[in-house]
Nanobody, 118 residues
Framework: QGQLVESGGGLVQPGGSLRLSCVAS????????MGWYRQAPGKQRELVAK???????NYGDFVNGRFTISRNNTKKTVSLQMDSLKPEDTAVYYC????????????WGQGTQVTVSS
């Protein structure tokens, strides 16, 4: 069974930066579209950023150039560099592996808390 494990969350002041990382195991990592989603209390889970196996990226409208997603297929990791953080970025951030074909399983990490507060 595949597994995704996130790290790097924490408390940061407004305007600060955090780098989230997700390491995958027991999945065909290089074939998956990898993404970061977030969910704030009382809100639906939303896409933050995703990166395809070919390296194409897509970001949520609220990102406005503040975040950068990257992947390392050799290390089976996907990272999210978050700069210029705002209080409204406070949420649990989840790593996601979206399979390339319908017969493969998707995977979610357990989530990591990001809190932006002074």
């Amino acid at each position: 069974q595949g597994q995704l494990v996130e790290s790097g969350g924490g408390l940061v002041q407004p305007g600060g930066s955090l780098r989230l990382s997700c390491v995958a195991s027991r999945i065909g990592f290089s074939f998956y579209t990898m993404g970061w989603y977030r969910q704030a209390p009382g809100k639906q889970r939303e896409l933050v950023a995703k990166i395809t196996s070919g390296g194409s990226t897509n970001y949520g409208d609220f990102v406005n150039g503040r975040f950068t997603i990257s992947r390392n297929n050799t290390k089976k990791t996907v990272s999210l560099q978050m700069d210029s953080l705002k209080p409204e970025d406070t949420a649990v951030y989840y790593c996601n592996a979206d399979p390339p074909v319908s017969g493969w399983n998707p995977y979610w990490g357990q989530g990591t808390q990001v809190t932006v507060s002074s």
